[in-house]
C-alpha cells in the first residue's frame, strides 16, 4: 500500500508538470503572432490614398473600422509593424488608437526637394489636395515652366497665387516632366538662323532672345529636347529654353591636340565660322594647341591682350600632330638639310647637317618629322622636312628603285660620264640607243647603261667586241661565249635585252617576275644572275652614273610598254665577221670523225629541248670544224669530253665528244711558239708553220698518217693540195 501511494503522488507531480509546458507554449506561440512593434515609433504624415481610406481597430482588415478619410486627406501616423501604422483617432469625442494598412497612405518625403519641370498635358491642372478628384486651384498650358517641390510618389506640392494670395496646390506627377536635378553643363554651336531662346519649352512661346548660325552658346541639360540657358534681356539675367535640335555640343570629354598651322595666316575665330571676327593669328607652320568641340571645328584657348579668351580654328586650317612616340631614322637627301622652329620651310633652322646625315626622328605630321637636336648642350625640339630625307638608310637606293620608271638622264649625260671614267669605252657611242630603249620598253636608261657597263667590263668583252652582245644575253655558265647571241649592232642588242627585262622580269605577269621584292634589281637578281652579288654591281654603277635621287623617283610614273618586240637573231657570229680565235678554234678542212654510239646533234653545246636537232646513229661519219674553248669542262657529264663543232649533210651544230671519235687530226704539242714546217724532213727548207697547239692534218698513205724518219707529212694550213713536214718530236694524233 505504501508503494501503491508512493507512485501515485509521483504521478501527479508529473501531470502538474506537462500542465505547465503546455500553457507555456501556448503563449509563446500567441506571442510568435502578434504583430512587430518597435520600441521608438517613428511619426509621420501621408496621403489617403484609398476611397475612404479606413483606420482599424486591430491590425486586421477584418477588424472594426473606427473612422473613414477622403482620398487625398492628410493624415498622421507612427510606425508599428511591417504592413501596419498606428494612428490616432477621436470616436465620439474620445482618443482611440487605431490601425492603417501601409498600402493605404503615401507617405510624405520629409525633406521636400526644390524642382523645376514642364507641363505635359493640356491644361495641366493645381488641385486643392494631392487627389486627381479635388477642386482645381489653378491649371496650366501645355510646355509651361513650372516650380514645384517633391510631396509624396505620385505627387507633387506647388504654391500658387489666387486673388494675390499664396495657396498651396498639388500637382499629379504624371502631368509634368521633371528637369534634370544634377543638370550638365554645355558648350554649342547654334544651328539655325536665328537660333532662339525661348521663355517656355516649347517652339510657339515668345522668344527672350536669338543668336545668329555658329554663334558658340553655353547651357545646362533641362528635359529631353530641351536645354535651359541664362541669358541677359535689358541687363536682366533671365533663364529662357533652347530646343536641343537647334544646337549641336561641344565635345564633353574634349581631346587634346597639337597640330600645325596650314593656312597662311592661319586664323583663330571669335565664332565657329569664319566670318566671324579673328581673335588672333599665326604664321603657316607654326605648332598649335587646341581641343576637340563639335564637327569641322577645334576650340583653342588665347590671349588677346593678355587675357584669355576661347577662339575656334576651321579643322581644314590645321593638320593633327601623330600621337606615336616611337622614333625612327631618316636619311638627309639635300646637302643642308635644316632643323627648322617650326613646321615651314620658311622657319628660322636650329641646325643643318650634311647630306646622308643619319637623323633618328618622330612622325609629327604627314608633311614633317620632329626632331630633338642640341644646342649649347641643351636639348631644342624642332622639325625637318620630310621631302628632304629618305627612310633608305643606305645610299644605294636603286636596289629597290621600280626599274620601270624613267631615268632622269640624257644621253649627253651618259656620255660625259664615260668620259670622266671611260673615255675609250665604245660603250658611249649607244648613249642615244640607250634612251631610245628606255622611250620604247619603259626600262630605266640608267640600269640599261649599268647593266652593260657591268657585263661587258666597258665594253672590253668579246661577246660586245664580236657578237655586239653588251649584256650576255643566252650566255649559259657552260658556254658564256657561244651560246651568247649575236646582234648586228649595239643598238639591236639593248633593244632586245630592254624588251626581253620588262616582259620577263619586271611586268607582274612575266616568267621571271619574283613578286616579293617586284621589279628591282633584288627581284631580277633571284633568277637572272646566279652570281648574287650581281644586283650590288649593277646599283653601285647606277649610283656612280647619277646619284640617287629619293625626291625624284617618289614622282615618277611607271613607264608602258610602247613598241613591239625586236628582231631576233640567231647565236653564231656569221661567216666572214671576225671571230676570237682564241675561243673559236677551227680544225683544218677535210677533218672528218666517227659517231661511236647513238647521239643528239643540237645546235648548241647545251643540254635542252630546245637545242635538240636530231639523232646520229652509231658510225655516221661527219665532218669535224673544231671547237670552242669558252665550253667548259668539268669532268661531269655531259661535260666531262670536250663539246664539237660538226656538220651534217651540210648543216652546223654540236655533238657530245665522248660519243665522237676524230679520224686524221694533228695537234701541236710541248712547244711554245711556233712549228716550222720543212719541204723535207729534218733540215728542208721552211715553208710554213703552225702556231703552238694548233692542228694540222696529215696526208695519208694506206689510210694512216704518212710518217718519214719520224716525221709527219701534212698539208700546210688553208691548202689542200701543198703538203710538208714537221717534226713527230712535237705532234700529237687527235682521237678524241
Excluded at 508529473?14 to 504583430?35: C, D, E, M, R
Excluded at 486673388?163 to 528637369?179: F, P, W
Excluded at 622580269?505 to 633571284?526: D, F, P
Excluded at 628582231?567 to 670523225?593: C, E, H, Q, V, W
Aim: aromatic share 14%; with cysteine; glycine share 8%.
Amino acid at each position: 500500500m505504501l508503494v501503491k501511494g508512493q507512485y501515485l503522488h509521483g504521478g501527479l507531480k508529473l501531470y502538474k508538470l506537462k500542465k505547465h509546458i503546455v500553457a507555456f507554449l501556448i503563449f509563446s506561440l500567441f506571442l510568435l503572432f502578434l504583430p512587430y512593434q518597435s520600441e521608438a515609433a517613428t511619426a509621420y504624415q501621408g496621403v489617403a490614398l484609398d476611397n475612404p481610406t479606413s483606420v482599424y481597430s486591430q491590425a486586421s482588415t477584418n477588424s472594426k473600422v473606427l473612422k473613414g478619410y477622403s482620398a487625398g486627406s492628410i493624415l498622421k501616423y507612427h510606425s508599428y509593424s511591417t504592413n501596419w501604422y498606428k494612428a490616432t483617432v477621436y470616436v465620439s469625442g474620445r482618443a482611440t488608437t487605431g490601425y492603417i494598412p501601409k498600402g493605404a497612405v503615401d507617405t510624405i518625403d520629409s525633406t521636400p526637394e526644390t524642382l523645376s519641370g514642364v507641363a505635359k498635358p493640356s491644361p495641366t491642372r493645381i488641385y486643392s489636395k494631392p487627389a486627381t478628384g479635388a477642386p482645381v486651384l489653378k491649371q496650366y498650358a501645355a510646355n509651361t515652366v513650372l516650380k514645384y517641390e517633391s510631396f509624396t510618389s505620385n505627387w507633387y506640392k506647388a504654391t500658387i497665387y489666387k486673388s494675390g494670395k499664396a495657396v498651396t496646390g498639388y500637382i499629379y506627377a504624371a502631368d509634368v516632366e521633371t528637369a534634370d536635378r544634377n543638370p550638365a553643363s554645355f558648350k554649342g554651336v547654334a544651328l539655325q538662323s536665328p537660333t532662339r531662346v525661348y521663355t517656355q519649352t516649347s517652339t510657339g512661346s515668345t522668344a527672350l532672345k536669338s543668336y545668329n548660325k555658329d554663334t558658340v552658346l553655353s547651357y545646362e541639360s533641362f528635359v529631353p529636347g530641351w536645354y535651359r540657358a541664362k541669358v541677359y534681356v535689358s541687363g536682366k539675367a533671365r533663364y529662357g529654353y533652347i530646343n536641343a535640335a537647334d544646337v549641336v555640343n561641344g565635345d564633353p570629354t574634349p581631346n587634346s591636340y597639337k597640330g600645325v598651322a596650314l593656312k597662311s595666316p592661319t586664323k583663330i575665330y571669335s565664332q565657329t565660322n569664319t566670318l566671324s571676327s579673328e581673335l588672333k593669328t599665326y604664321d603657316q607652320g607654326r605648332i598649335l594647341s587646341y581641343q576637340s568641340f563639335v564637327p569641322g571645328w577645334y576650340q583653342a584657348k588665347v590671349y588677346v591682350s593678355g587675357k584669355a579668351r576661347y577662339g575656334y580654328i576651321s579643322s581644314a586650317d590645321v593638320e593633327n600632330a601623330s600621337t606615336s612616340s616611337s622614333s625612327l631614322q631618316v636619311r638627309a637627301l639635300v646637302d643642308k638639310i635644316q632643323v627648322h622652329t617650326y613646321a615651314s620651310t620658311n622657319a628660322p633652322s636650329i641646325k643643318s647637317y650634311s647630306k646622308d646625315t643619319i637623323l633618328k626622328v618622330y612622325n609629327f605630321t604627314s608633311s614633317w618629322y620632329k626632331v630633338t637636336v642640341y644646342v649649347n648642350g641643351n636639348p631644342v625640339t624642332g622639325y625637318v622636312y620630310k621631302k628632304e630625307t629618305s627612310t633608305n638608310l643606305t645610299p644605294d637606293s636603286y636596289l629597290n628603285l621600280d626599274l620601270r620608271k624613267k631615268a632622269n638622264i640624257s644621253a649627253a649625260d651618259i656620255v660625259n660620264f664615260f668620259d670622266a671614267n671611260r673615255p675609250n669605252s665604245h660603250l658611249k657611242d649607244y648613249a642615244q640607243d640607250f634612251i631610245d630603249a628606255q622611250t620604247k620598253y619603259g626600262v630605266n636608261a640608267t640600269y640599261l647603261v649599268a647593266h652593260a657597263i657591268w657585263e661587258t667590263g666597258w665594253g672590253t668583252s668579246a661577246l660586245s667586241n664580236y657578237k655586239h652582245n653588251l649584256y650576255g644575253y643566252g650566255a649559259y655558265d657552260v658556254c658564256p661565249f657561244t651560246c651568247a647571241y649575236y646582234f648586228p649592232t649595239a643598238g639591236d642588242s639593248i633593244n632586245s635585252v630592254a624588251y626581253m627585262v620588262k616582259t620577263n622580269y619586271l611586268n607582274s605577269n612575266g616568267a621571271y617576275y619574283y613578286q616579293e621584292h617586284g621589279s628591282t634589281l633584288i627581284g631580277m637578281n633571284v633568277r637572272y644572275a646566279t652570281d648574287q652579288n650581281w644586283k650590288n654591281g649593277i646599283a653601285n654603277l647606277m649610283e656612280r652614273i647619277r646619284t640617287y635621287d629619293d625626291n625624284y623617283y617618289a614622282s615618277a610614273s611607271v613607264l608602258p610598254l610602247n613598241s613591239d618586240r625586236p628582231s631576233t637573231f640567231g647565236r653564231d657570229i656569221p661567216k666572214g665577221m671576225a671571230y676570237p680565235n682564241n675561243t673559236i678554234l677551227k680544225f683544218p678542212d677535210g677533218i672528218t670523225g666517227k659517231i661511236t654510239e647513238g647521239v643528239s646533234f643540237r645546235s648548241l653545246p647545251y643540254t635542252s629541248a630546245a637545242t635538240y636537232i636530231k639523232s646520229l646513229s652509231q658510225s655516221t661519219t661527219v665532218e669535224v670544224l673544231g671547237y670552242n674553248t669558252d665550253v667548259r669542262l668539268n669532268d661531269k657529264y655531259p661535260y666531262d669530253y670536250r663539246w664539237y663543232r660538226i656538220s651534217v649533210d651540210g648543216q652546223e651544230g654540236w655533238v657530245y665528244g665522248g660519243s665522237l671519235s676524230i679520224q686524221d687530226l694533228l695537234q701541236v704539242v710541248n712547244i711554245t711558239t711556233t712549228l716550222n714546217i720543212r719541204l723535207e724532213p729534218k733540215t728542208g727548207d721552211v715553208i710554213g708553220s703552225v702556231p703552238a697547239n694548233g692542228f694540222l692534218k696529215p696526208v695519208l698513205k694506206d689510210g694512216k698518217p704518212e710518217i718519214v724518219d719520224s716525221w709527219y707529212r701534212v698539208y700546210l694550213p688553208n691548202s689542200t693540195t701543198k703538203t710538208g713536214f714537221v717534226s713527230g718530236e712535237y705532234i700529237k694524233v687527235v682521237n678524241n
